[in-house]
């Protein structure tokens, strides 16, 4: 997974509280792709997102959560209000711009809720 | 609803055996089929990528297969190794240039043992 940084890697946050996770594609990556991955289940896609461009969000809760990919510094998703069942392991994904090319990993970010 | 099913869910083998997961998907329009090797606590990493024409591809002892005619995919291990203990997951990619979508399966886990 060299290449895609995540961080943190473990997070702790009581419910109401804000969470932040970052994440910094590959060199020469400019598509990132969050998914989240709940205990004995797949991950499941949340926001697909090109430099300063949201593309799909589809997968991403109305409420509560946002995602950016400003032109400069790491791809943030921001999770406000936390509550219970936002407990679980946060993935970015990154990839170059032709179809057909594997997406890399960053090792993930396990969001607990207190 | 684009969904993949993987089996088995779990699997242990003794070292040095040879192994075959298999991946059932329904997911249109078909852009590529990846099997992805998850290790505890870590983020995917790409295995093989295969696109609609592509019947097999070898990564080292993996090898995959593809029938998109049946919609079938599987992945053989040769000589298995302790390392090789991890979930593999099958994910398919539905979608046009540009917007690629992934559907992941839940994974085999598999278990090698000395």
């Known amino acids: 997974n060299a290449g895609v940084m995540q961080n943190p890697r473990h997070l702790v946050r009581r419910r109401g509280q804000e969470a932040r996770l970052r994440c910094s594609p590959m060199?020469?990556?400019?598509?990132v792709y969050w998914y989240r991955q709940l205990p004995e289940e797949g991950l499941k896609f949340m926001v697909y997102l090109q430099k300063e461009n949201i593309i799909d969000e589809s997968g991403m809760p109305k409420e509560r959560f946002s995602a950016e990919f400003p032109k400069e510094g790491p791809s943030i998703l921001r999770i406000q209000q936390v509550v219970r069942g936002d407990s679980a392991a946060y993935f970015c994904a990154s990839s170059r711009q032709d179809t057909n090319q594997p997406q890399h990993f960053g090792d993930g970010t396990r969001l607990s809720i207190l | 609803k684009n969904q993949v099913e993987q089996s088995p869910q779990s699997l242990i083998i003794l070292e040095g055996k040879n192994c075959t997961l298999q991946?059932?998907?329904?997911?249109?329009?078909?852009?590529?089929l990846r099997w992805y090797k998850q290790d505890t606590g870590r983020g995917p990493v790409s295995l093989t990528i295969m696109t609609f024409s592509e019947n097999t591809k070898s990564n080292g002892r993996y090898t995959a297969t593809l029938d998109a005619d049946t919609k079938q995919s599987s992945l053989h291990i040769t000589a298995s190794q302790l390392s090789d203990s991890a979930s593999y997951i099958c994910v398919v990619s539905a979608g046009n240039f540009g917007n690629e979508k992934l559907t992941f399966g839940t994974g085999t886990r598999l278990t090698i043992i000395p």
């Open positions: 060199k020469g990556h400019s598509h």
């Open positions: 991946c059932n998907y329904t997911v249109s329009p078909f852009s590529n």
